[in-house]
């Protein structure tokens, strides 16, 4: 469902504009699911639909949010693109910071239904927000296939939209880079391990959990700050080697809270935890910054939020298969709920396993105006070539740096 709707948001302009009316749209619907949760919901299921509702619209609100920053940042410098993610993910770690900050004690003082009443105001701010964006109303033919759904001209459209996508991501320039980084998300996780280690072996309670998702969101704020910071300019095979690199060794430190070493030198469990957390996960986004920028450097014009989201779509699929893999390890080693003989071993080897995709780095793009000109003669020739077959499909983008990639972000 959320696939067909980023083509219409990509396609079909709502009551005139393609990012505004849809962004509103969300927001409405954010707000009527966090209404029904906090006055009529009493059942399971019902939860489980309005919950639903409620990710369905904030999954497609960052849809149509990542296309504008998409075009707003084709043609603009490396500096430029990176301080334009900073901003976006840098203002996420905030609302990071206020929500684990208040959540907890709001809940205690008055209650779920309460908190989600709250909630269900914070969609209806960014349908306002939405209005204030400045978009140039699509008017008459130039509004596209502003038809109904079952309109053959819709699907023709939704035809054309799909081959160009095919033709975007098949291109080497694209595809190689989007390879890479599968990979690099792909390899196995402790993460769930690591959990069941801290709350049923060390004992850690609900509440300090979330002082350590506050202590993550903080970290993540400033791991956004680091890259816009410091390594905006930085090559993007730089970066992924440096970050790989660093972030095995100190993910190595786990390995320390779990034989308890730390506490041979007077730090306590909970303190340790804490200073892992926040180390790791200021590398961790300082690291995953410079793939927002390559996805959002790929996207040609038309097509942003289309090809933005399946960019984002295969990097989380290689996150997910990396949890798969890293659940089996879970099981080959026998670590369980209530056993973590061999966790220091896991960690080990699923820390190591980040290295694996180093050796692909020549996959990653190396000049910037080189590979720029290879995309968009490769587009632009897939474009004529479906313009011979099809009659009707044309690239979108008017100029060079509409599909514009870089080599450093």
Not at 90 to 112: K, Q, R
Not at 213 to 234: D, E, H, I, R
Not at 290 to 296: E, G, K, N
Request: glycine letters at 8%; aromatic letters at 10%.
């Amino acid at each position: 469902m959320i696939c067909i709707l980023i083509l219409l948001n990509d396609s079909i302009p709502l009551f005139g504009y393609r990012r505004r009316s849809y962004l509103v749209l969300s927001g409405l619907l954010g707000a009527l699911s966090w209404s029904l949760m906090a006055t009529f919901v009493d059942s399971k299921y019902g939860a489980a639909c309005c919950i639903l509702l409620g990710s369905f619209s904030v999954a497609f609100s960052d849809v149509v949010v990542d296309s504008m920053v998409v075009e707003r940042a084709r043609g603009e410098s490396q500096s430029v693109s990176g301080s334009l993610q900073s901003l976006c993910w840098g203002s996420s770690a905030f609302g990071g910071i206020v929500s684990s900050y208040f959540s907890g004690s709001l809940v205690d003082a008055y209650g779920v239904r309460f908190v989600f009443g709250v909630t269900a105001l914070l969609p209806l701010i960014t349908s306002a927000v939405a209005v204030l964006v400045k978009e140039q109303r699509v008017i008459g033919q130039a509004r596209g296939p502003n038809v109904p759904l079952g309109n053959s001209s819709f699907l023709k459209s939704s035809k054309e939209n799909i081959i160009q996508l095919w033709n975007a991501v098949r291109q080497p320039n694209v595809f190689l880079p989007t390879v890479f980084i599968f990979l690099w998300q792909a390899t196995p996780q402790s993460d769930s391990a690591m959990f069941f280690f801290t709350t049923n072996k060390l004992g850690f309670t609900p509440e300090f959990l979330g002082r350590v998702k506050l202590v993550t969101s903080v970290a993540s704020l400033a791991g956004v700050g680091l890259y816009n910071g410091f390594l905006k300019n930085v090559p993007l095979r730089k970066i992924f080697l440096a970050t790989t690199v660093t972030g095995t060794v100190l993910g190595m430190t786990q390995v320390f809270l779990v034989m308890g070493l730390n506490r041979q030198f007077g730090i306590s469990d909970e303190w340790f935890a804490i200073g892992d957390s926040l180390i790791i996960t200021v590398l961790s986004q300082a690291s995953f910054m410079p793939v927002l920028v390559l996805a959002a450097k790929l996207c040609p014009e038309g097509m942003e939020a289309t090809l933005f989201a399946t960019l984002m779509s295969i990097s989380n699929g290689g996150n997910v298969l990396g949890g798969l893999i890293g659940a089996g390890l879970t099981q080959i080693f026998g670590v369980t709920k209530d056993k973590f003989d061999n966790l220091a071993a896991l960690i080990i080897l699923c820390n190591l396993s980040s290295l694996l995709p180093l050796p692909l780095l020549h996959l990653l793009p190396r000049d910037d105006s080189d590979t720029a000109s290879k995309v968009y003669t490769e587009l632009e020739e897939s474009g004529e070539e479906n313009c011979k077959y099809h009659g009707t499909v044309t690239t979108t983008s008017p100029k060079l740096s509409s599909i514009e990639m870089t080599n450093d972000l």
